[in-house]
């Protein structure tokens, strides 16, 4: 019996050794988005657009719907003769509620003639237009607060602010 014990507690020390070991090691550091956007942005400054979009793919799958990150991936895959896949990301980017002058960045130059894109451009210029309107009630003194929620009291006409402070 004491030699199943001492072959049973061995066995578990050189487990608990490799779990340790594990744990100590770690998984392998992955980069983060902001070091992929900035490799994909000294790739677009060396007119390496391949790397580019490599780099806006990677950064996009770890931060989806980033609008630059969008903006980017249409950018590249324009520079790259993608212009179907341009135009999708630059419709995302309008989807976004985005703004911006497409026409006017070259890098879109080969797909300035298409309808496509004279369409999507018309989306993005629709986006600046005002919605709605929206009128000053009351202005709070204590400029540190960092609102988290509004509500009103609409039998006395009062409104409670909360704050993270």
Request: with cysteine; glycine share 6%; charged share 20%.
């Amino acid at each position: 019996m004491n030699g199943k014990f001492w072959l049973t507690g061995r066995i578990g020390l050189i487990a608990l050794f490799f779990l340790i070991m594990a744990c100590q090691s770690g998984p392998e550091k992955q980069p983060a988005l902001q070091e992929i956007y900035q490799t994909g942005m000294s790739a677009y400054e060396d007119s390496n657009y391949t790397d580019f979009l490599k780099a806006m793919k990677r950064a996009n799958d770890l931060r989806p719907n980033h609008p630059s990150v969008i903006y980017n991936l249409a950018s590249g895959q324009a520079l790259t003769g993608n212009h179907d896949s341009a135009l999708f990301w630059l419709n995302r980017y309008a989807d976004l509620g985005m703004t911006g002058d497409p026409e006017l960045d070259s890098d879109f130059k080969s797909v300035y003639d298409d309808p496509l894109f004279q369409a999507v451009v018309r989306r993005i210029k629709d986006n600046e237009h005002q919605i709605g309107m929206a009128e000053i009630v009351a202005v709070l003194p204590d400029s540190t607060l960092i609102t988290e929620g509004l509500a009103l009291d609409s039998r006395n006409n009062t409104f409670f602010v909360s704050s993270v402070h």
